[in-house]
């Protein structure tokens, strides 16, 4: 009997709408006011030169009128350029790697790099870009004549022109590969004194013109304040302090009302023989250190002004830390305080701070420091030898690299003994040590040999050396804040 195969149905698949959704897409009559000011505007023009000049004439007016603003900017400054970079040269030629290096310190001493790099990095996180111009100066002291002048960001702009090329973003024009050709910078500021005068703008080439910003978007080509997100909350903290100290004021002062429940009481007969009815207007004004005698009837009652609580000063104290984050500031850092920290607290908020100190000090070594070296050893190789010359090449290549300030232990005897341990295991290099603290590790073993050799001289060599500390280990150490 031959089988027959019975062929299953094939199950219906039904298709029905998606019907899932994003919360935070929905606009509802709760959230409308909310997202009202959200666009999809691309960053430049987001980032459009009235946007732009009115961010930066709030956040120079807030901070040229905010201690707490003043001083965070400062700070970030300082703590990211240091006392300036210094430059190891890697040639593999000792002699020359010495000169180099040399030369190039003196020249940076001369025209004072490091406190140009300390207001452009002020100028950057107060205006959210500047520029830094490369320029002959026959006042440098040295065979090199460069100069490094910063230029306010007002000063590059085509503000006299209808913008309707997109290859020029307000002075800054690109090629079509996107990167910058030349900038438009004016010969005056547009807010100095020569601001009734023409003012043309001069050409300048892209390999003579830094321009550094905080770049958060594909796309964009100039920079906003970085202070920008904070700057309604240090609004907000100025308007704070300002109403307390005018509650405290109010409250150490006598004020209040005067009442009565006799509608019908007349102050005071007057010289013709009418009644005066004392006015609700009125006001009496009580001299300093007096009490009034008041008509009968008549109750006065003070203004029961209560003075700041703790919730107010941790409200003060939590604007602060918000306003910090904008700037990637530890609390400790920002406030200049760090008496609520113990050890353990502190070590861990520098560690997060010196990822960031560490990522910035490399974007300027690549935005600033590598060009202007390059600038500068184009003309110093003019005063070398043809060996010299030939070694370096055109000097685009030359291998080098940039040290910046450590930062100073805690605890000296903990890290001297971690570093030691380090060494001894093989687990770093005396480089990478003298590297954290901004040293080159050549020059010490240079110095510590002159050393060595001068004690053996005059027979110090073999005094007995200090015995190592022992220290009691911390008990705040393992705490949690």
Not at 45 to 64: D, F, G, I, K
Not at 117 to 134: K, N, V, Y
Request: charged share 25%; net charge negative; aromatic share 8%.
């Amino acid at each position: 009997m031959k089988k027959r195969h019975v062929q299953a149905a094939r199950p219906q698949i039904v298709l029905r709408p998606v019907v899932a959704k994003y919360d935070a897409a929905q606009t509802t009559p709760e959230n409308a006011a909310h997202w009202s000011m959200a666009t999809i505007w691309s960053a430049d023009v987001e980032a459009n030169p009235q946007v732009r000049r009115t961010l930066r004439s709030r956040a120079r007016y807030e901070a040229a009128n905010n201690p707490w603003v003043n001083g965070m900017i400062a700070t970030q400054a300082y703590d990211i350029i240091g006392t300036g970079p210094r430059l190891q040269m890697c040639t593999g030629d000792s002699a020359l790697d010495e000169l180099l290096s040399r030369e190039f310190a003196a020249w940076a001493q001369s025209v004072g790099l490091a406190e140009i790099l300390h207001t452009a990095r002020m100028s950057e996180t107060r205006d959210g870009e500047i520029f830094l111009m490369l320029l002959y100066n026959p006042g440098v002291e040295g065979p090199v004549k460069l100069s490094v002048e910063p230029v306010e960001c007002d000063r590059v702009t085509n503000y006299m022109e209808a913008n309707l090329d997109e290859s020029d973003i307000d002075g800054v024009h690109l090629d079509r590969f996107g990167n910058p050709v030349w900038y438009d910078v004016l010969k005056y500021h547009p807010g100095g004194m020569n601001a009734g005068v023409p003012n043309d703008s001069v050409r300048i080439p892209a390999r003579y013109m830094l321009h550094m910003f905080r770049k958060e978007r594909p796309g964009q080509h100039r920079g906003i304040p970085e202070i920008t997100p904070a700057l309604p909350l240090f609004a907000m903290l100025r308007r704070y302090t300002l109403a307390m100290v005018n509650k405290m004021e109010n409250s150490a002062n006598i004020s209040g009302v005067i009442t009565t429940n006799n509608v019908d009481f007349y102050e005071a007969e007057k010289a013709d023989g009418t009644l005066q009815k004392l006015s609700t207007e009125q006001e009496l004004i009580l001299p300093r250190g007096s009490f009034p005698v008041l008509p009968a009837t008549y109750d006065l009652k003070q203004l029961n002004l209560e003075n700041p609580t703790d919730s107010q000063t941790n409200f003060s104290l939590q604007v602060k830390t918000e306003v910090a984050r904008c700037l990637n500031l530890p609390k400790n850092v920002a406030l200049g305080d760090s008496s609520g920290y113990n050890y353990a607290s502190g070590r861990l908020d520098y560690q997060a701070y010196d990822k960031f100190l560490w990522i910035e000090r490399t974007k300027w070594e690549r935005g600033v420091l590598n060009p202007v070296f390059r600038t500068w050893l184009e003309e110093f190789r003019l005063s070398l030898g043809a060996a010299e010359r030939q070694q370096l090449g055109d000097g685009s290549r030359v291998p080098h690299k940039w040290f910046w300030d450590g930062r100073e232990h805690v605890d000296p005897v903990k890290e001297a003994s971690a570093q030691a341990l380090r060494l001894q295991n093989s687990t770093t290099t005396l480089a990478e040590e003298a590297a954290r603290e901004g040293l080159d590790w050549k020059a010490i073993l240079r110095q510590r040999a002159e050393e060595k050799k001068l004690m053996q001289e005059l027979g110090l060599l073999n005094e007995p050396a200090a015995g190592n500390a022992e220290t009691e280990p911390d008990e705040e150490e393992n705490e949690e804040e």
